[in-house]
Structure formats: structure tokens, C-alpha cells
């Protein structure tokens, strides 16, 4: 995975660097979290591994930005080295930190959180593919909404967009469905009639007979 690093201290960001490299991922390296943020922005990369304590930007506040920003899960791991006190858990929490390592990083440690990182984004994108499946009846057409509700499909595709329909018969329906029906009421609309119950097309404008002059 490319995995973004974000720290101010250079020691630290080589030897995280390295440690991923060893462990088969790409890191991305950003010399704080106002660095991280720019690359955030650019790469929108899906795992990051940041410091805590940082200038201007620090890890919370850089964890903060990332879920406002939305779209795709973003796997956070905050590196400290600050005591794990209640009042520091649910600073880090509320943030939206997912997980947690103690400075210096032990690489078993870490090879074992991002193994839970990758299994924790592989899930969400299944469930996202599947969330992209409308579930639609065979028979009537209605689709189920996210409340579980069945709408007709007009009305889905309106709610949702705000687009408008009109309603037609196309030629294919008219032939196998309309006249069938018709014939069974003993009705035979000739050619080109129009049906019971719709408008004649209008006039066109180069057949239209000319007024009578006084």
C-alpha cells in the first residue's frame, strides 16, 4: 500500500520510511502536517501514519481535516509519545483516530496494524461496490431505496436528481402490448391512428392550408 508519513522529526520520518519499505509498502513522506495535508490533498492516499505533536498542523488536527474532507475511508494511525491517559484516548478518538503506536515504532507492531488497515479498507470497498447495486423488482420494475422502501422508478430518479418524466408508449410496447389489448376490447385502431385516451400529434407547420382571404 502507499501509506502517507507524517512527522517533523527527520530521524523518525527515516526510520518509519524504512520499516514500511521492509514491510513491503510505498511511504510517502511529508515533513509535518501542514506537508501531509498538501499531499492528502493531491493523492488522497488511503492509510496515514502520523506524529501527534507537530507545529501549526499536528496529528489530531490533521486527522480532523481528513474526515471533513469525505469521500473514500481513510485509515489513521497516531504515533505518540504522550501517556495513553483517558482524556488522551478520547481527544484521539473524537478526532477519528483508528489506531494507535507508541514512539519508537516497533515494526512487528506496526506490520500488525496495517495488515488490520488493509482488511478494514478491502471490506469498505466491498461495501461500496455493493452500495452501488440498485436493487430493482422483476416483475414491476420498483426500486428499493435505502430506507427499504419500493419506488416506482420515476419517482426514485427524481427524488435523487430532480428530474422530471413524460410519459409515451414506444413502438415495440405499442405492437406486442397496446394493440393486443385493444384487439381483445374489439378495438382496431387502423395505422397511424391515434390511441384512446392520447392527443394527435399537432399539425405540421408545412402542411397547414393556407386561410381563406376576403
Known amino acids: 500500500m502507499k501509506i502517507l508519513i ?18 513491503g509498502h510505498e511511504p510517502v513522506v511529508a515533513d509535518g502536517g501542514v506537508a501531509a495535508w498538501q499531499q492528502f490533498e493531491q493523492d488522497h492516499l488511503r492509510v496515514i501514519v502520523s506524529d501527534w505533536m507537530m507545529p501549526e498542523v499536528d496529528g489530531l488536527e490533521l486527522c ?58 478491502e471490506f469498505t470497498h466491498q461495501v461500496q461496490r455493493l452500495e452501488e447495486f440498485l436493487p430493482i423488482c422483476s416483475y414491476c420494475k420498483k426500486i428499493r431505496d435505502d430506507k427499504n422502501y419500493w419506488n416506482q422508478l420515476e419517482r426514485y430518479i427524481n427524488e435523487r436528481t430532480g428530474s422530471q418524466f413524460s410519459h409515451a408508449i414506444c413502438p415495440d410496447c405499442l405492437e406486442s402490448v397496446v394493440k ?35
Open 6 to 23: 507524517a512527522d517533523d522529526d527527520p530521524i523518525a520520518r527515516t526510520v518509519l520510511a524504512a520499516s514500511l519499505r521492509m514491510l
Open 180 to 214: 393486443p389489448q385493444l384487439r381483445q376490447l374489439g378495438i382496431d385502431a387502423p395505422p397511424g391512428a391515434p390511441l384512446p385516451g392520447t392527443k394527435p400529434p399537432p399539425p405540421r407547420a408545412d402542411r397547414v392550408p393556407p386561410t381563406d382571404r376576403a
Open 64 to 121: 480532523r481535516r481528513v474526515r471533513a474532507a469525505g469521500g473514500d475511508y481513510v485509515y489513521f494511525i497516531l504515533l505518540t509519545n504522550l501517556s495513553d491517559t483517558p482524556e488522551n484516548m478520547q481527544a484521539a478518538i473524537e478526532a477519528g483516530v483508528d489506531d494507535f503506536l507508541r514512539k519508537p515504532v516497533d515494526r512487528f507492531d506496526l506490520g500488525m496494524r496495517l495488515r488490520v488497515a488493509q482488511r478494514i479498507l
